[in-house]
DNA sequence: CTTGATGCAAAGGATTTGCACAAAT
DNA sequence: ATTTGTGCAAATCCTTTGCATCAAG
């Protein structure tokens, strides 16, 4: 059984992109943690490795082509996660108007919701839904007390 | 019986915000046309008037803070559109990967499904959700043919 | 009058790009 | 060998800010 760095280098071996240390660097980045990081904080965690700014860069913008992380914008900030292998595959992202932390909600009674949403849309419109975010803004439960 | 605008006005009034001829102009791009501008597309709408860039980002700022207009980013862009009496106060933002297009959707059946979403999150996990935005991508219908 | 707003140009921050060199296939 | 990727620094793009001046309340 391939483990999902495998699985992510054949995909990428497919589409003519060289796997270098670099790349592997940073995709194990997202691949370990499954968080969200804002390319700075990327590039804070490979520069020890001689990694320039500009590659990750580069490598984020090349994993975001190919689904493999996904980008949310919250405020002037991007991020990006995780999304190919991610168990969360359909989730909320949750931002605390006080406090800034952002939560990732993923209770698959919502999931059904969200599924029917997209069906809906894809009817009603006649579109193909590929992808879908939402984000929530609000007071979270820490900040509420 | 109040206009919008007036309805504005009164809202902004009551926090020290000075009605310029400035920031009248800028909020009428918003009623005007119930759509999404970048700030560079408001002030080609504007600049004829004398009125700076500068200005322009200024208002946008002081509109979204009051919620009368809200944010949204797609990709790298980042829009605003009416939000305060928007009859779509709840709706689905759905971009075309091929033609690009922004499109719009607010059907009621949809709206409560989000309401239900947004009980659901609410109850879930203790938090008070104040807005939120749904954004989906995929192919539109006229470029599905 | 007094305070807050404007326009301009300069500054700032995030992201992208050109190029000579290095590494992957 | 060829092609593609890398690091660095410079360039670019969007947004914010300082400041002298102007206008709203």
């Known amino acids: 059984m391939k483990s999902k760095m495998q699985m ?5 071996k497919g589409k003519n992109i060289k796997l270098t240390k670099q790349r592997k660097a940073i995709m194990e980045i997202f691949l370990n943690y499954d968080e969200h990081f804002k390319p700075e904080e990327v ?9 320039g700014l500009a590659t990750v860069y580069r490598t984020i913008e090349i994993l975001k082509i190919h689904d493999i992380i996904e980008e949310i914008t919250i405020g002037k900030d991007r991020y990006y996660e995780l999304k190919l292998f991610s168990e969360k595959a359909l989730h909320i992202h949750f931002t605390c108007k006080k406090c800034n932390r952002i939560y990732d909600y993923d209770k698959t009674e919502m ?3 969200l599924i029917r949403l997209r069906n809906f849309v894809e009817k009603e419109y006649h579109v193909d839904v590929e992808d879908m975010k939402i984000m929530m803004k609000g007071i979270c439960e820490k900040c509420r007390r």
């Open 8 to 12: 992510i280098e054949s995909i990428l």
């Open 43 to 51: 590039y804070d965690l490979v520069r020890n490795q001689g990694i």
């Open 111 to 113: 999931v059904l919701d």
